[in-house]
Structure formats: structure tokens, C-alpha cells
């Protein structure tokens, strides 16, 4: 068909010239070239990495006169068409074409910056991979495909952010790696972390785990190798967004047996599981491996006279031969001279200076003015001997009357933040902007500060408790006040009160930390003794301790069709009428098992099944005795021991009836029209107080409830029959009246919980993730009253 089109449109353009008439030329259509490679084959979400595409066609790029560079989530459109943004759904791109802003022919190769707009939406939780489209022009509509590649051969992972951004060599300090994706599972043991020098020809992380190796430089700013692998003892997964590295003391800077020695070097950071690339670092922003040194103390007295030692990681130090001297920031912004300064600088005297090994020395710090400094170190204390800078500090050295951080007002706060807190010290910068401020390694907004306090609002931050405060000064130097702030778990929820006579449920808006790593039940599942996450209204502090399918404290009512919007929010429906989703142990019908006469087991077959949530459920049924239950269930087979023998065979026509005794009413003879809300039984059934309990079974629409109570045999329902009720005493298909009913008015506790199991929080053989449950303590923000005047 497109054959024809183009023969059609030429006949025209030749009848037309042939008329003698002016025509316009139509678009060029050549055909389109394979992208042979793509090198690499992967990189960041967020770009600002350089790839390479090698056409089958070797001047296809060099002949073109404006190569325009595509990354598409579908097949290459041809000809041109318009950037899209990207978009997803459920996890996965769905559509999106990005154009990258700078390309470069390179022989016959285009060099294409990768934009940083090819940046991966924050559901998505995997790499995703791009076609890669070159077009000669942007004309949309009319620029023809130049080159492509014939499958989605461009990888975008999920971009890291290491937090710091730097340390020293030698290792042995944390750094978190952020990402805004949920690409990690937590707990999991089975991330392999690398630290890859960043060089020429790894300028990303190579697509799969190279075997380590120590770093090597040709000289003092060109590092040629090294990877540096992190012990699976060093990595923690505390949730799907943050993983915590303790750096091995194999992470060591380069040296050079000429000097100067290697002062900076950059890693790119690189996650993979199962040998395959998941996460790394923005080729903009490495883990940079500053300084040769580290200080024991990076702050010290005016004054002087404490001792601060230098440990590197090489045998660099001689005897005799190493001298140090302090560098005033002011004078030696960036790195050290690269010989000792002959004025304005600050020397130990030979005799403070205590050679301890060829890689650590100590110094006794002499008075100094209060002021920054870097600490370097020379092989010569003669600035014209023609000797070196050994190595610096990585870090500066502070002297001066030292902040300090004493304690904080409160002392607690939700772990959703928000809070505001006044911190006390002494010798505070008193000028807002002076300096930045954390709790628990998380930034926070500072309001007010004087020399001796501080104010400041509270962050996000997952539940714990002695969590440190810090301040960091422009210079760089952080002062520390230990364990000084508890984050609790708590919620807020809006709105806080319902009246127990409303017939539609309450959405309640929840605001907390965490949602993202709780698994809650899909809607249309509801199971309050489910091992999945939980919303309660609970009267009191909830407790899951218990046995059997009784907790201390269990909950009133659960907050059904959880939705979770965010890791801090989720919105979940309230009935408190007592008329909502019924548990699966509220009662069934079902056919297919078998047993024998006098046996005690019931083995599932058809439609009729048992699970472990059935143990103290009550079982009726021809052949079953009055108020047998169920006793056990196996968990490989299936099959149910009941507390007492059969008095008759069940077979699989045999109709099983399954309820919880306690609170729920079988009703085996009830009786109604259909159309109408009427309900009655041959026996005496009812009570006032079944008045708001909802009501489940055959020809009952979902959320019926009781309105009205006639005499011990009649009730009222809320909705009309959808068919005539059985009044013949058959026990097949019972009508069951579920025994909670509306909410007594009160107050409540809003319980957010990670699992819903009696004994979740209990630590055992059969429930090792106990130590990782997760429950929302009492607080004012939890608080929820059922109350009439709503």
C-alpha cells in the first residue's frame, strides 16, 4: 500500500511539471537504516550520559545534514513525530518519546547525550527500555525515519543517590543510596553493590557485576580502574527505596609511587540483582572518594594542645621525613599547595609530630586562630627543596569555641514529621542560612536561630528511637548531639468521628510513614486474621498477643478497601453501621467434601476447601452434629478434623455449612418473598439486639442489615429479598446473621498493623518476620469517635 502511495505521488509531481506548472518536492522516504549497536546499552533515569550508535549503512550519519536523536517507548514512528511525555500505569511506561538536545557525528558513529528528560515515573519500579530513532530533521509529518534500532535497545534504570556524596578512604562510615523508584525489595540479601571507577571507557556501570578489583591511577588526576564490591554482611534494605552500605575498608584511593599522590576520585555506584543492572548512580553525580588522610578529629580548641592523628591507607609516610601543616581555608580554598607555605600557615614543631607507621602519624595540634583549615602533609617542611604535598585531609580541621547540640524540646514526634522542636546549645551560628540541620540523617527545615537554640520542623522519618540531631556549618564540619529524638509511629486521621447510624461507609484519609512497604489485602478481600497488613478500629491499644483466633485486644472493626496513595498516605472505607464487607468466617455453603460415617475428616474436593482461618469455625451439615467445629486443618492436604465422629456419610452432594459460633446465627429455616424485606424462621431466632447486624446467604443483596425486630421470629431487613427464601428446615444454604453489628458509640484507636495474625508481633521458629511487624502507637492524631450527633 505504501508502495502505491509513493508511485501515485510521483505520477502527480510529473503530470503536474509536465503541465508546466510550479510543484513542491515531497518528502524524502529513503529507507530506513539498522542501528547495529548501541554503546552502552544502558544508563541512568535522569540521562546526562553519552552513547554511541553504529549504523549498517557507514555514512548514514556522516552524510546527514541534521541527524535529530529519539528515544521512544514504542516502535520508531516514521517519519518524525513530536516528543511525548512519558507516561505509565500500573508500573510500566506506556507511552513517551523524548529528543535528545545534543548529538555529534564521530566518524560514522552519532554521539548522543541522552536528555534528562528520559527520566523513569515514580511508579515504575524496573529498568525500561527505549527505541532509539534518528531522524535528519524535526519536520513532523514529513522528516523521514534515518535510523533505528529494531528493538527496544535502550535500558533506563532507576537513578541512585548516594547519601554522602563523598568519604574517605579506607572505608568503615555508612552511605545510604536513595531512589525515587521502589526498585528495591526489603530485607532481601541477594543485592550484589559495587563501586566501579568512573573512567573513559566506564562512564556507567557496566550492565553486569565485574569481578573486583583494586583502584589504580596513571597519575594524580586520572584513575584507570577499580572495583570495589561490598560485602553482603555491609548491605541493608530497610524499604523499596533506601539501601544502606557500610563502605568496606577495601575502598581505597590510588597511589602513585611518584608524587603528587591521587587527590579525588569518582565511583559510579551500581546495584544489580541476579547479575543484572537495577540501579546506579547519574553519571553527574558519583560517590566521590575525597582525600588521601582521614582525621581522628575534624574540630579542635583555638587553643590547641589536643592530638589529632592521620591514617592512610598505603604505606605513604617516612620517618624523618613527614611534616604537616594547616592551610587556612580562606588563603587555600581547594586542594593544598602543592609545596609547604613559607608564611601564613600553621607548622607543628618537628617534635609534635609522632611517626606511628608508614601509614599513620599523630600531631599535636598547636594554638590556632579560630578558623578552617586543611591539613596537609610534605615530605619536606622546605618550600624550595623541590619536594611534595604527600596528602591532605579529606576532610577540613575547625578550630574555635565548638557548637554543641545539649538537648531538644519535645523530645518526641510523629514519624510523619511536621512537629515543630526547639534544640538548645551552645556557641550556635545566629544567622539563618549559616547552617543546615538533620534528625536521624534526614534534613529539616530550620525557623529560627539564636546562638544558644535553634527552631525547627520535624521530617518524615521511619519509627525509631535515640536518633541523633546534627548541624552542618558552610564549611562543611557537622556537630553532633547523640541520641537525642524519638520518631513514633503514628497516624492522623481525617475525618475522626462518624455516627454508628450512617448506612454508607467513611472514607477515612490516614496520613503516617511506611505504606509502600505494607502489603494490604486487594479490595473484596476480607480476613481481620490475615498475615497481610491491616486497618482496626480498636478500642484501646491494640495487642495481637493471643491463641488460637483470639487476640488480647482485637479489633472493634476494620477499615476496609485499603487504597494506598503514597508512602505516607492511604484512604481506606469505614462501616459504622456494621453493615460492611463481611469476613470470609462470617459463613459458606459449599459442596464437594467427603467423609465417612463416625470418621473426624473431611477431605475438600469441588467447591469446598479449608484453610487455616477455619480452626474454631463451626461446621453443620446432614450427617455433622449439632455444634461440631473444626479442630484442624492440614496444611499440605487440606483436609479438616472436626471435633466430633460423623453420624453419617457426606458425600460430595453433601451441602457443608461453615460459620463462626461465635456472634453469628445460622438461621437453616428461614422464610421471605421475594421483593420483600420481611424475614421469618419456624423457631425462635431473633433478639432486639440483632437490630443493625448485617445479614449474609442466598437472595440477600451485599450490606443487609436488620432494621426491625417484630417478635423472636420476624424481622425487618434494609433491602428487599432478590428471591423467595426455603422455609423447609433444609440445612443446605442457611441464612447467616453476623454478630458485630453498628459500632457502640465511643472512642477508638485507629491501628495501622503489618499483619493481622494472632501473635504477629511474637518472635518464633514459625514467624521469624515478627521482628519486622509494624504497628501504629496511640496518639491524638489516631483518635476516632462514633458519636450520634454526626
Excluded: W
Amino acid at each position: 500500500m505504501q508502495v502505491r502511495k509513493r508511485l501515485a505521488r510521483a505520477a502527480v509531481v510529473l503530470g503536474v511539471v509536465a503541465a508546466g506548472l510550479v510543484a513542491t518536492s515531497a518528502p524524502s522516504f529513503a529507507a530506513t537504516d539498522p542501528i547495529t549497536t548501541v554503546t552502552p546499552a544502558h544508563g541512568p533515569s535522569g540521562g546526562g550520559n553519552i552513547i554511541s550508535l553504529t549504523p549498517t549503512t557507514a555514512s548514514k550519519f556522516s552524510g546527514a545534514s541534521g541527524p535529530v536523536a529519539q528515544f521512544s517507548a514504542t516502535a520508531c514512528a516514521d517519519p518524525y513525530d513530536a516528543p511525548v511525555p512519558i507516561a505509565s500505569a500500573s508500573g510500566s511506561i506506556t507511552a513517551g518519546i523524548v529528543q535528545a538536545t545534543t548529538v555529534a557525528v564521530s566518524g560514522s558513529n552519532l554521539n548522543v547525550t541522552v536528555p534528562s528528560s528520559l527520566n523513569l515515573p515514580p511508579d515504575v519500579t524496573a529498568p525500561a527500555s527505549f527505541y532509539v530513532c534518528v531522524y535528519d530533521g524535526s519536520t513532523v509529518g514529513t522528516t523521514a525515519l534515518l535510523a533505528s534500532t529494531a528493538t527496544a535497545a535502550y535500558t533506563v534504570n532507576p537513578m541512585l543517590v548516594a547519601s554522602p556524596t563523598s568519604g574517605a578512604s579506607g572505608g568503615v562510615y555508612n552511605v545510604d543510596l536513595i531512589t525515587a523508584n521502589a526498585a528495591f525489595t526489603p530485607y532481601s540479601t541477594s543485592y550484589t553493590v559495587q563501586f566501579q571507577a568512573k573512567t573513559a571507557a566506564g562512564a556507567v556501570c557496566a550492565a553486569t557485576p565485574p569481578s573486583a578489583s583494586a583502584p589504580s591511577a596513571s597519575n594524580a588526576s586520572t584513575i584507570t580502574g577499580g572495583v570495589i564490591q561490598v560485602p553482603a554482611a555491609n548491605l541493608q534494605v530497610p524499604s523499596s527505596r533506601t539501601m544502606k552500605v557500610n563502605m568496606p575498608a577495601t575502598m581505597i584511593q590510588p597511589y602513585l609511587t611518584t608524587l603528587p599522590t591521587v587527590m579525588s576520585t569518582d565511583f559510579n555506584v551500581c546495584v544489580y540483582a541476579s547479575n543484572a543492572l537495577v540501579a546506579e548512580t547519574l553519571t553527574s553525580s558519583p560517590f566521590n572518594l575525597s582525600g588521601n588522610v582521614s582525621l581522628s578529629a575534624a574540630t579542635g580548641s583555638s587553643a590547641g594542645g589536643n592530638s589529632i592523628t592521620l591514617t592512610a591507607y598505603s604505606p605513604i609516610f617516612t620517618s624523618g621525613q613527614t611534616f604537616v601543616q594547616f592551610q587556612s581555608t580562606t588563603t587555600t580554598p581547594g586542594q593544598c599547595d602543592a609545596f609547604p607555605q613559607s608564611s601564613g600557615a600553621i607548622t607543628p614543631a618537628v617534635s609534635a609530630i609522632r611517626f606511628i607507621s608508614t601509614s599513620k602519624i599523630a600531631v599535636t595540634v598547636p594554638a590556632i586562630a579560630a578558623n578552617s583549615y586543611k591539613v596537609c602533609v610534605y615530605d619536606s617542611a622546605n618550600a624550595s627543596s623541590g619536594q611534595h604535598l604527600v596528602a591532605q585531609g579529606y576532610s577540613t580541621y575547625v578550630s574555635g569555641n565548638l557548637p554543641a547540640i545539649t538537648s531538644v524540646l519535645p523530645a518526641t514526634g510523629p514519624a510523619q514529621g511536621g512537629s515543630t522542636i526547639v534544640v538548645t546549645g551552645t556557641n550556635l551560628p545566629s544567622t539563618l542560612g549559616t547552617m543546615t540541620a538533620a534528625i536521624g540523617g534526614v534534613p529539616m527545615t530550620i525557623t529560627a536561630q539564636t546562638s544558644s537554640s535553634f527552631t525547627a520542623v520535624t521530617p518524615a522519618h521511619a519509627p525509631g528511637t535515640g536518633f541523633d540531631i546534627t548541624i552542618t556549618l558552610t564549611n562543611g564540619t557537622t556537630y553532633t548531639g547523640k541520641q537525642l529524638f524519638t520518631f513514633t509511629n503514628g497516624i492522623t486521621v481525617t475525618p475522626n468521628t462518624a455516627p454508628n447510624s450512617k448506612a454508607t461507609g467513611t472514607d477515612l484519609d490516614i496520613q503516617g510513614v511506611g505504606f509502600l512497604d505494607l502489603t494490604f489485602a486487594a479490595p473484596g478481600n476480607y480476613d481481620s486474621l490475615s498475615t497481610k497488613a491491616h486497618v482496626y478500629l480498636v478500642k484501646g491499644t491494640y495487642d495481637p498477643k493471643g491463641s488460637g483466633t483470639t487476640k488480647t485486644v482485637g479489633p472493634t472493626a476494620e477499615c476496609a478497601d485499603v487504597l494506598v496513595v503514597s508512602d505516607t498516605n492511604l484512604i481506606c472505607t469505614l462501616y459504622t453501621m456494621g453493615n460492611g464487607p463481611l469476613p470470609s468466617t462470617t459463613g459458606r455453603s459449599v459442596q464437594g467434601c467427603t467423609g465417612s460415617n463416625a470418621g473426624t475428616t473431611l477431605t475438600p474436593g469441588g467447591a469446598c476447601t479449608f484453610s487455616a482461618t477455619d480452626v474454631g469455625l463451626t461446621i453443620i451439615g446432614t450427617g455433622i452434629p449439632t455444634a461440631t467445629t473444626i479442630t484442624a486443618v492440614n496444611a499440605g492436604t487440606g483436609v479438616a478434623t472436626i471435633s466430633k465422629p460423623m453420624t453419617g456419610a457426606v458425600t460430595g452432594t453433601t451441602v457443608v455449612n461453615v460459620y463462626s459460633a461465635t456472634g453469628v446465627k445460622a438461621l437453616t429455616d428461614a422464610a421471605g418473598a421475594s421483593g420483600q424485606k420481611v424475614l421469618t424462621t419456624t423457631t425462635a431466632m431473633f433478639a432486639a439486639t440483632d437490630v443493625g447486624k448485617a445479614v449474609s446467604g442466598a437472595n440477600i443483596p451485599a450490606g443487609t442489615v436488620i432494621t426491625g425486630f417484630t417478635d423472636t421470629k420476624t424481622v425487618t431487613l434494609s433491602n428487599n429479598l432478590s428471591g423467595l427464601q426455603n422455609a423447609a428446615g433444609s440445612l443446605a444454604q442457611p441464612i447467616y446473621v453476623y454478630g458485630t453489628g453498628a459500632i457502640p458509640n465511643g472512642t477508638y484507636t485507629v491501628t495501622v498493623v503489618s499483619s493481622g495474625a494472632v501473635n504477629a508481633n511474637v518472635v518464633s521458629a514459625t514467624n521469624p518476620n515478627a521482628a519486622n511487624y509494624m504497628q501504629s502507637i496511640l496518639s491524638s492524631g489516631s483518635t476516632f469517635t462514633v458519636a450520634d450527633y454526626n
